[in-house]
C-alpha cells in the first residue's frame, strides 16, 4: 500500500515541475525497476493519474511507455 502513494507523490511533484515548461508535445515513460517482487501499477492507477493531469499539460501528452 506504500508504494502507490509513494508513486503518486513523485508523479504529481513532476506534474509540478513539468506545469511551466509543457508548452509542447511531450511523452511520459514509466520504467520498472527491481519491481519483480512487489506488485506494479495496473492501467487504472495510470488512467487515475492521468484524470488528474490539468487539461493544460493534458493537450500536449501524446503517449506513456510502460517499461
Same mark, same amino acid.
Given at each position: 500500500?506504500?508504494?502507490?502513494? !509513494? #508513486?503518486? +507523490? !513523485?508523479? %504529481? &511533484?513532476?506534474? +509540478? #515541475? %513539468?506545469? =511551466?515548461?509543457?508548452? $509542447? *508535445? ?7 525497476? *527491481?519491481?519483480?517482487? /512487489? =506488485? +506494479? =501499477?495496473?492501467?487504472?492507477?495510470? /488512467? /487515475?493519474?492521468? +484524470?488528474?493531469?490539468?487539461? $493544460? !499539460? /493534458?493537450? &500536449? ?7
Amino acid at each position: 500500500p506504500q508504494e502507490p502513494n !509513494l #508513486l503518486e +507523490k !513523485l508523479f %504529481m &511533484y513532476i506534474v +509540478k #515541475l %513539468m506545469d =511551466p515548461i509543457a508548452h $509542447q *508535445d511531450y511523452v511520459a515513460v514509466f520504467a520498472y525497476s *527491481d519491481m519483480s517482487s /512487489r =506488485p +506494479k =501499477p495496473d492501467f487504472k492507477w495510470f /488512467r /487515475r493519474l492521468y +484524470k488528474t493531469v490539468d487539461d $493544460q !499539460l /493534458r493537450i &500536449y501528452f501524446t503517449s506513456v511507455i510502460v517499461n
